[in-house]
């Protein structure tokens, strides 16, 4: 089985900069994903983690550690628009591109 | 990227009736969707996975007889809500991918039953 663990919540202050982290727990690990999503929309897609290490993409950058199960999403900069739910996914082998989500984690950005 | 639509954007039923909802991929051939579901303020749970021309495999817990999905062509899955009741009223979400690592999802459907 697999198991997949985000924070429900979280709160940050507009210009500063968050971790979101995710914790996972899967036989055939085959790639992490992050996914952002606003309420009433549909997901989209922010970064992709296979392999160790972090992958930086503007503001946003994702780290991730195999061994030890462990991902992050790191957001620079905050703006008030960063205020979404961010969606931590895995995919195993076998599996096709069938994606586990974890229980997604509620950011609000404050001015 | 690749573009999915789905039909309708929102729809109220009364309880007891049937609604069918479209997923259509628009730019490209997809042998598998996937079909979710998303409870206020939770997480995507997969339902099923649809391939074109066969059964969809359910998720644990999720009723194939209540949940009918079709996926008869490469650019078009259905999921119908049969019998459909309150506890159904939710957020429904089809997704695909195009063989990179990249998957596509589509707006999503609001169903309230009444």
């Known amino acids: 089985g697999q198991n997949i663990d985000q924070p429900t919540e979280m709160t940050a202050t507009e210009g500063a900069i968050v971790q979101i982290n995710c914790t996972y727990q899967?036989?055939?690990?085959?790639?992490l994903f992050w996914y952002q999503q606003h309420a009433g929309e549909a997901p989209t897609f922010l970064s992709y983690?296979?392999?160790?290490g972090l992958e930086e993409k503007g503001r946003f950058s994702s780290f991730l550690s195999r061994s030890k199960g462990y991902s992050y999403l790191l957001l620079k900069e905050l703006q008030m628009k960063d205020s979404a739910s961010y969606l931590c996914a895995v995919r195993m082998n076998n599996a096709g591109n069938m994606l586990t989500f974890g229980g997604g984690t509620r950011l609000m950005v404050k001015p | 990227g690749a573009v999915v639509s789905q039909h309708p954007s929102w729809v109220i039923c009364k309880s007891g009736t049937s609604v069918k909802i479209e997923c259509r991929s628009l730019?490209?051939?997809?042998?598998?969707m996937f079909w979710y579901r998303q409870f206020p303020k939770q997480s995507l749970m997969l339902m099923a996975t649809s391939n074109e021309g066969s059964k969809a495999t359910y998720e644990q817990g999720v009723e194939k007889d209540k949940f009918l999905i079709n996926h008869a062509s490469l650019t078009l899955s259905t999921l119908t809500v049969t019998s459909a009741h309150p506890e159904d009223s939710s957020f429904y979400i089809c997704?695909?991918?195009?063989?990179?690592?990249?998957?596509?999802f589509g707006p999503g459907t609001r169903l309230t039953v009444t």
């Open positions: 899967t036989s055939g690990f085959n790639g």
């Open positions: 983690n296979v392999l160790d």
């Open positions: 730019d490209f051939q997809a042998t598998t």
């Open positions: 997704s695909t991918g195009t063989g990179t690592y990249e998957q596509y």
